[in-house]
């Protein structure tokens, strides 16, 4: 008997699984809330949080889909361009006729061995019709950086208060006294925009960080050092050397000295930021203490006057459609074997669930490899499924941190080493492929 399937999103990762399914020879159903694919690449999509002018922040090479090379030979294509990779990998393989658009997923209730995925599916004229639908598997491909994280404030602000979720262009900045909490790489990229439109631009940052430069030595920075990774030690001592020899010492800016080492959290591949805290275009400013009307009063006993406040201060991971249980909810995320498997298998898997620096959509892609092995094993020969099954739950699970010490915050609860996770995703694919020995 053929099972059914299911797939939600149609970005990067859920047109990742879709092929990886269609190369398997496993048919399934898509179910995109947007209009059209490309996930948050599509800045006309209701739920992206791209804005104007961003760009790919990995280099292309790194991030592109091995089997579908990017047509452009820029290092750094503009999110338009990233559009248009999506399609057309979606008309070069025939993914597109296997979505739903415009249907978003409401509900899954398990049902036996399977799911009841609810959906709601809306016309051209906006008319509702309740989709009610059995499948066996599904896949979450719904993406991570949807759902603002919004910390809480002492005090009250009296300006006007937005998260980066909403920034689309500068239009809200003209003319404002801006503050950004938060430096990570949107923040940065919006402080960048921020400085040729603003009255005034500061950032709010708790810790330091790292700046990498987008280009080493004349080449992106992210394409040195493939293949032979360094030992984590090792390549941290390097570099940070390296870092301190191109972009300084961020301290001499303002920033407060990273309490942990580099890779130990996210890398801002920013240094733009630098040259504008150079120029006297941007400054740093201390952790908040509280909001009270126009002033924000900052920890070191400082304070400001702002029109704007944006908060960059991330994302929370969100599968709003499904009880916590089923997917082993454990801290601030889904503790899934690879990021992938609920270890009771229970027919739900989770592409894109994923953060490294140079994961790329090739290791999301290579998550959707992972999913089609096993779900070919359980249509052609369950012995090996279970084999699956039965390593998984017996043996602890691998570490993916790829010997980094990974700081202790929510959004890096599912973070992992790119070559570990990579490795590790590999090996499974591997015993998912051998062939069962009888005992003899
Ligand atoms: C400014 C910015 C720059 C970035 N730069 C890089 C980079 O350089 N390199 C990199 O690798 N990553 C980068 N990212 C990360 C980005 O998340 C990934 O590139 C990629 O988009 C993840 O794909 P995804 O399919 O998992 O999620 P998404 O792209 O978010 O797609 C999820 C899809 O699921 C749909 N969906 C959500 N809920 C439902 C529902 N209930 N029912 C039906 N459909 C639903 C959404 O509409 C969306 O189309 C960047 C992100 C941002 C915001």
New binding site residues.
Partial sequence: MTRSYAV?????????VMRALQKAGIEATG????HD??????IT???????AS??????RTT?EFAEFPMDSDVD?PG?RV?KRYFDDYADAFGLRDRFRFD????RLERDGEGWILR?TARDAEGVETAVQERYDGVVL??????EPNVPAFAGAFSGELMHTSAYKDPSPLTGRRVLIIGAG??GC?IAVDAVHHAASVEMSVRRGYYFVPRYLFGRPSDTLNQGRPLPARLKQAVDSRVLRAFTGDPVRFGFPKPDYRIYESHPI?NTLVLNHLGQGDLRIRADVECFDGSTVRFRDGTSGDYDLVLLATGYTLDY??VDREHLNWTGASPRLFLNVFPPSFNGLFV???IEAS????Q??YEQAELIAAYLAAVEQDPARAARFRARVGARAWPDLTGGYRYLGLARMSYYVNKDAYRNAVRREKAELAAPVREAS
């Fill in positions: 939600i999103g149609a970005g990067p990762s859920g047109l990742a179910f995109e809330a947007s694919v490309g996930g948050l690449w599509d999509n209701p739920r992206s949080t791209m804005y961003a760009h790919l922040i990995s280099s991030t750094y999110h990233l249907t978003r997923v409401d959906a491909a719904n993406g991570t950086l949807a790489n949107s990229d591949v709003p459609f592409c894109g669930m140079g994961i790329g959509w290791g999301r």
